[in-house]
């Protein structure tokens, strides 16, 4: 549990003692070009006495084009509002190869933006001799430039030696939703040249802490809250930098997911859409070994998961049903779980 959740008043908004909000974008704000019900006027409401700040592992777009999505759906945002996996990057990159350097690139304007920004030279080609390799996602990303990175990275030695070039990743996000569904991810490209070249790169963007390190810095946040729809690498990421997190059930990860979320993946708050920022979170009851939320109340008795009131909220049910599950110290796969907690 996060200090800033600890300290809340009963029947507060998840934004009591919040001086900053973390919003990841798709399937919070938007997915594919449209906005999310609730999401605009939510953050507006939220941007009146607080920064938001949109944290975004997708590298395919500089912090100019993200800022002009968010604008063109109503959003107040700026390029300086907008944390960028690739700028979290730079930072990674910055440790080993001094400005100057010649990175290969494999991804789109987000890595090249900030290449420069820094005072990197760019390369596509590996005979260039490249002194390091960042790969970020892009939808044009194919075999010929994921082939470039394996030979840059294997140019000295076998895969799996020591002594290859630096190799950073963006992020790894196994799969990224767009406006036709789920689609693979940065992680399955990434994964195709660890296959490759046997050796596994460094990440900045969630669930790994350099990005969250660049939004502290630029907003001077001390008590952020990061809302983000995955489990594994908003919400994990959040925990990891000892930030309080909200999920919120419009994106990737659902009902399923959040109740068998491990340890390091379960959020201070489960929301239903981004309304729930500004409204009194219930309290989380406990009383003879039931767990109560508004009127909905869950018990795990053996390996059995029983309901005990449905109450007149789904989205209580879900949350006495998570923190029933989470602690009764079995594992979600060895429980019997009423099919109607996952809807």
Known sequence: MSPVFARRREGASPLEGVDAIFADLDGVVYAGPHAIPHAV???NRAAESRPVAYLT?????????VAAHLTSLGLHATPDAVVTSPQAAMRLLAASVAPGGLVLVVGGDGIVAELERGGYRVTRSADDGPDAVMQGFH?????RQ????????????????????PWIATNMDWTIPVE?????????LVSAVHTAAGRFPEVAGKPETPIFDVARDRFGASNPL????????????????????????TGIDRAKQVLAADAASRPDFILGDLRGLHEPYPEIQRRRGAVSVGRASVRVTGRTVEIE??????????????HAIW????AIHALQVPERLYR
Request: aromatic share 2%; proline share 6%.
């Open 309 to 322: 009131r449905d109450g007149d909220d789904p989205l209580d049910l879900l949350r006495a049903a998570c």
């Open 139 to 143: 939808p044009d990303v194919g075999w």
């Open 57 to 65: 592992n997708n590298a395919s777009r500089t912090d100019e084009q």
């Open 180 to 188: 036709r569904g789920v689609a693979p991810g940065n992680g399955t």
């Open 327 to 330: 602690e009764c110290g079995t």
């Open 226 to 249: 990061m809302v983000g729809d995955r489990l594994d690498t908003d919400i994990r990421g959040a925990n990891r930098a000892g930030i309080a997190s909200a999920v919120v059930l």
């Open 41 to 43: 006027d939510s953050l």
């Open 146 to 165: 994921l082939a470039e990175a394996t030979f840059a990275l294997n140019a000295h030695g076998g895969p799996g030696e020591p002594g290859g070039i």
